[in-house]
């Protein structure tokens, strides 16, 4: 009994889409250093496609995992479908991550809504307000 | 065939050869009751207190003082609420502790804060994880029943100054209790010249098994049991002995203590040639004292990584250690430990405690000194905390 699943070992042993993007369309970031865990997105976008993305984060295993599969799950999608990744989805592809790892997959939700949000903005483009709630600053999700 | 390097043995140790074969005897044959009075039964007594006899040797202490227990945590447990009983029935109600104990004295002192009034005062352990016996002297008040202060801290090392705390509270009169479960076996021990009235210990961190432990009670100073029950233990512990782990304890133990200062002298030799290599790394630092340390253990902090990334490319590695991240104690906090000896919460999720024991040998050393370096690295190099510190954009912390 490992206490990841193979699926979290292999996204965290070869992540994909590490990186940055320099001109990148818009930009996430979520978390913070003092709980342990900050992760960064990229997104580089064209007529509504997500054509590129790459992740950096500090953090645990669960969370490189986490990053590694939502930018899987989001690449070359629509903007309109990555806005409908959850938390949960990104655990279920990951085949389940334990209780008290959860929080990972919710920051990656988050990651990728602020990075979209910031693409939003910078264009002036409208957008509805109630799909982008503020991020939980305090990360009080940590623990189950 | 990847090496396979275990580095984890403050966490816990490989049975010793002589610990499991002075089981053996007790699981299989011997298996009476030490409270019986047919042979089979006096067999098992006889064992018990020859086990009692060597380990009371091995610390300086006489064989009626040693009450056996199953975990350090409950020696721990024992030790504190006893002499916080018997202090609160004189009025005496503070307790003097650190601010870096193992949990198993810190919730047992939070309990008796909470639900009984108790006042407790945790010194600081200042960067080097020390503390002085100057400040125990200082913080010693008319109602201080008892001072509980670890032999050596089990995250980063550090060994306490235990005789000169220990005299400090001779003198005042005050009950002195200490935490030994990393240093006995590992340094030398003795409750007689060291002023200790109490004392923790645990099998499993000298070559022993899981699930036995002793506590020490200095004669004259009363005990009052944990657990209710059969007079075992004089009265003090209730519960059939666990008759085989004692004797492996005591295997253990007589082994550990003979062996002392061969496997000092190897393991410091070890240790430094660890601590120099991933000193090499850049933005690193040592967690406590540099020289006041157990001769086997390293912890140590790489900044812009989190500890759990760590353990789990360095298993991949074959290298089996721990860290004091937040990720790893399931908590939302880094380990209580780093914090207290001033670390900040992003830097303290970074850390590694690499524990070594007598079987480790040199091409050990070599290896974590070789996985260490390419883990960081690999973790840096998709760390956005690490990349903002080398574009300038976050300051260095170490």
Redesign the interface.
């Known amino acids: 009994m490992a206490l990841y699943s193979e699926k979290v070992?292999d996204h965290?042993?070869n992540?994909r889409n590490?990186?940055?993007i320099p001109d990148a369309d818009g930009v996430g970031?979520v978390g913070n250093?003092?709980?342990?865990?900050?992760?960064?997105i990229y997104l580089k976008i064209k007529d509504g496609i997500i054509e590129d993305v790459k992740?950096?984060?500090?953090?645990?295993?669960s969370?490189?995992a986490s990053s590694s599969m939502a930018t899987e799950l989001i690449k070359g999608k629509p903007l309109s479908q990555a806005l409908e990744l959850t938390n949960k989805a990104v655990a279920e592809a990951l085949d389940g991550l334990p209780a008290?790892?959860l929080h990972c997959s919710v920051l990656a939700e988050e990651a990728i809504r602020a990075a979209i949000k910031d693409y939003y903005d910078k264009n002036g483009m409208e957008y509805d307000k109630s799909l982008f709630p503020e991020p939980d600053e305090d990360h009080e999700i940590?623990?189950d | 065939m990847e090496r396979k390097v275990y580095a984890d043995n403050a966490a816990t140790t490989a049975m010793s050869r002589a610990a499991i074969e002075a089981m053996l005897p007790y699981l299989d044959g011997i298996y009476g009751n030490p409270s019986s009075l047919y042979s089979v039964g006096q067999q098992a007594k006889e064992a018990l207190e020859g086990a009692r006899a060597d380990i009371a040797a091995c610390l300086g202490a006489r064989p009626d003082e040693i009450y056996f227990t199953s975990c350090g945590s409950e020696s721990d447990n024992q030790a504190i609420r006893s002499a916080a009983r018997l202090g609160a029935a004189k009025g005496k109600k503070h307790i003097i502790s650190t601010a870096f104990e193992h949990h198993a004295v810190l919730h047992t002192l939070d309990r008796l804060k909470r639900e009984e009034g108790f006042e407790v005062t945790l010194l600081d352990v200042h960067k080097n994880g020390v503390v002085e016996a100057e400040e125990v002297k200082a913080a010693i008040r008319p109602d201080t029943c008892l001072v509980t202060v670890m032999a050596a801290n089990n995250e980063i090392g550090t060994v306490q100054p235990i005789a000169e705390i220990g005299a400090v509270c001779r003198a005042a009169g005050v009950v002195f209790h200490t935490d030994a479960v990393q240093a006995v076996g590992h340094i030398p021990v003795n409750v007689a010249e060291q002023n200790v009235d109490m004392l923790s210990l645990s099998a499993h961190k000298f070559h022993g098994p899981k699930g036995v432990g002793a506590l020490y009670c200095r004669r004259g100073l009363r005990l009052l049991p944990l657990i209710d029950g059969g007079a075992q233990e004089r009265g003090r512990r209730a519960g059939t002995e666990n008759v085989a782990g004692i004797c492996a304890m005591a295997a253990a133990l007589k082994e550990a203590c003979a062996n002392m200062q061969k496997n000092t002298a190897k393991l410091v030799a070890l240790r430094d040639e660890i601590i120099e290599g991933l000193s090499r790394i850049p933005h690193s630092v040592l967690n406590g004292d540099r020289q006041r340390r157990l001769p086997g253990t390293v912890n140590m902090c790489f900044e812009g990584v989190e500890g759990e990334g760590l353990l789990l490319y360095l298993d991949d590695m074959g290298v089996c250690a721990s860290s004091g991240s937040a990720c790893t104690s399931g908590s939302l906090d880094p380990s209580h430990v780093l914090l207290a000896i001033g670390l900040p919460h992003e830097v303290a999720h970074g850390s590694l405690r690499v524990s070594l024991c007598e079987y480790n040998t040199r091409e050990d050393a070599e290896h974590i000194i070789k996985c260490v370096p390419q883990v960081v690295e690999k973790l840096r190099a998709m760390s956005p905390v690490w990349k903002e510190m080398e574009r300038g954009e976050r300051p260095h912390v170490i």
């Not at chain 1, 992740?55 to 295993?61: D, I, L, M, S, V």
Request: a positive charge; charged letters at 25%.
């Open positions: 070992m965290f042993r992540p590490v990186g940055e970031e250093a003092r709980c342990g865990d900050i992760m960064k992740f950096n984060t500090f953090g645990c295993g969370a490189i008290h790892k940590h623990g």
